[in-house]
């Protein structure tokens, strides 16, 4: 009795290559509970927009400089007032005014203010910021995003100011505030109307 050796090293190796096939497809088997892999998609679709004149997610430096500590003698006194402008363009027609709101970390004292985040063995304490928006600078911009400032569009464009105000919020010490650097976040989120 003769064998075709080349029949049976055929046959073997597609058995192999068959079990292999199938050890691979159990290791992606959609009935298991482990994914190999979670993608989410987001995104928002608008057709009323502005394009802003600032560069989209960076930081936007606001600085106060060296403040006197004696400026800073009571709860509620302000060591330094600084304004800045965000510009909107090309804003389409059906938008008529931008409303403004503000998410970050609250201070510990002064919940309407936003906390001072600096590194704490450098910090100053009993400080913190706040954000003033509006025509007028009159609304205060929280933390937890409940308040808006609204501003006018006007021929395709909005000029949005503000004014950023480190104030004494808490007393901490003799002096009332604790000497360091202050660092500070507002993340501005904004609406079209």
Known sequence: MTFNMKKIGTVSMTGAALLAASWGAQATDASDTSPAAQVHFTATVTGNTCTPEWTL??????????IADT????????????????????CDSGIKKVAVSALGTADGSDKKAFANTAASSGAASGVAVTLWGGSDHSTQL?????SQAEYKVTDGAAAMSFVAKLERSAAVGEKGTKDGSVESIANLYLDYE
């Open 142 to 146: 929280t933390p937890d995003a409940t």
């Open 57 to 66: 997610g960076s930081k936007m430096e606001v600085p106060f400089g060296k």
């Open 71 to 90: 400026t800073l003698a009571t709860v509620g006194d302000v060591g330094s007032t600084q304004p800045f402008t965000l510009s909107l363009k090309n």
